[in-house]
């Protein structure tokens, strides 16, 4: 088994990124800028922000955190994205989610300018990337991508088992994967939570994409030997014996399934890792296309 790891990888992306924000500043051009906006303060959100604003800074972007309570109304919310939308010194924008009950994440993440669409959540943005045309991919599925071309492991021909139908994950996963390029040419299986017997589906797997967000549910009986695993689930689960009162499992059942597999994505510094990754090359695309006219 070899470790698929996100950690390394998501350093050699960012300093590419980082060498060629610290080159153009030198010939005059402002920093990429992206803004984040974080309603309420679930916790895990609150980590997931907090890590992209302190990566935004380790990499030379420059960064603005807008912070609602949980009572926000979504016309103050909409009203704020136009705002960020009008400001030409922002390349990226993203609202965290999820968002509270009484708001219509759809008709947030509809707002975002498609120019500013960095996590690549708009319907002009999917429908690009189903397309298959240049824009913005979301940036968990284009950080396995990413994850998996820097490890040059060849999908083409494979079994693709995608766990999971989220709009920002299993379902561009499952498209990007099946598309005619490498990593892609698999043959893809999309299951869900309504799929009967999916230990059947995931033992033909050649790589299984475990994003259903239940911790520890994809088993070691469940895969083929010599299966990839990639593992896409972040979930809190409290311990008391960490400091914090909690520890972060993923989807698979890792020491098992490491013994069994070919390569896995740990958690954490497996998949996560990668996403923050694909959010600021999204970023620095955007930047480029605003600055280098
Ligand atoms: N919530 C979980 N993943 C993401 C992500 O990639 N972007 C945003 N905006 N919210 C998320």
Known sequence: MQILDGKSCASAYKDRISAEVSAAILTGKRKPHLAAVLVGSDGASETYVASKVKTCKEIGFESTLIRFPETVTQEELIEMVDRLNADSSLDGILVQLPLPKHIDADQVTLRIDPTKDVD?????????????????????????MMLLAHNKIDTTGMHAVVIG???????????????????????????HSKTPDLKSFT?????????????????????????????????RVEDLTSPKGYKILGDADFEPLAEKCSWITPVPGGVGAMTIAALMQNTLEAWKRNTHA
């Open 203 to 235: 033992l033909q797997a050649d790589i299984v994409i475990a994003a259903l967000g239940k911790p520890e549910f994809l088993k070691a009986d469940m895969v083929k030997t010599g299966a990839i695993v990639i593992d896409v689930g972040i979930t």
């Open 120 to 144: 690549g959540f708009h319907p002009g943005s999917l429908g690009r990337m189903m397309l298959g045309l240049p824009g913005f991919v979301p940036a968990t599925p284009k950080g396995i």
């Open 165 to 191: 139908r989220s709009n920002i994950v299993g379902t561009p996963m499952s498209v990007l994967l099946s598309r005619n390029q490498n990593p892609g040419n698999c043959t893809v299986t999309l299951c």
